[in-house]
């Protein structure tokens, strides 16, 4: 079993950055693949960005790309997502997951642990 615990939302406004961590415990990360997703009030949740055990490969969300990086360092257990240029549509509960394979996904059904969520408001 892996345990996700997300930190690092808040409310920021537009144009602010934030970085979002998601901190493993129960097994290594280093055999998963990770990815982070969200959930606007209303909506479905839905892919941001994922990245591979190894770090080496990495996709984005077209919502997201060029604003938003995901990293991981694996001695930590611990993921990242830095988020750049915030905009109000990036107001969301945020969500770390982990899968049970070593390669990225987009696909949230493929993902296995899940993390409680942490709210990211941006403000115009």
């Known amino acids: 079993q892996v345990q996700l615990v997300e930190s690092g939302g808040g409310l920021v406004q537009a144009g602010d950055s934030l970085r979002l961590s998601c901190a493993a415990s129960?097994?290594?990360?280093?055999?998963?693949?990770m990815g982070w997703f969200r959930q606007a009030p209303g909506k479905e949740r839905v892919f941001v960005a994922t990245?591979?055990?190894?770090?080496?490969?990495?996709y984005y969300a077209d919502s997201v790309e060029g604003r938003f990086t995901i990293s991981r360092d694996n001695a930590k257990n611990t993921v990242y997502l830095q988020m750049n240029s915030l905009n109000p549509e990036d107001t969301a509960v945020y969500y770390c997951?982990?899968?049970?394979?070593?390669?990225?996904?987009?696909?949230?059904?493929?993902?296995?642990?899940w993390g409680q969520g942490t709210q990211v408001t941006v403000s115009t």
């Open positions: 129960g097994r290594t990360l280093s055999n998963y693949a």
């Open positions: 990245i591979s055990w190894s770090g080496g490969s990495t």
């Open positions: 997951a982990a899968r049970s394979t070593r390669w990225a996904s987009m696909n949230n059904y493929e993902y296995a642990y």
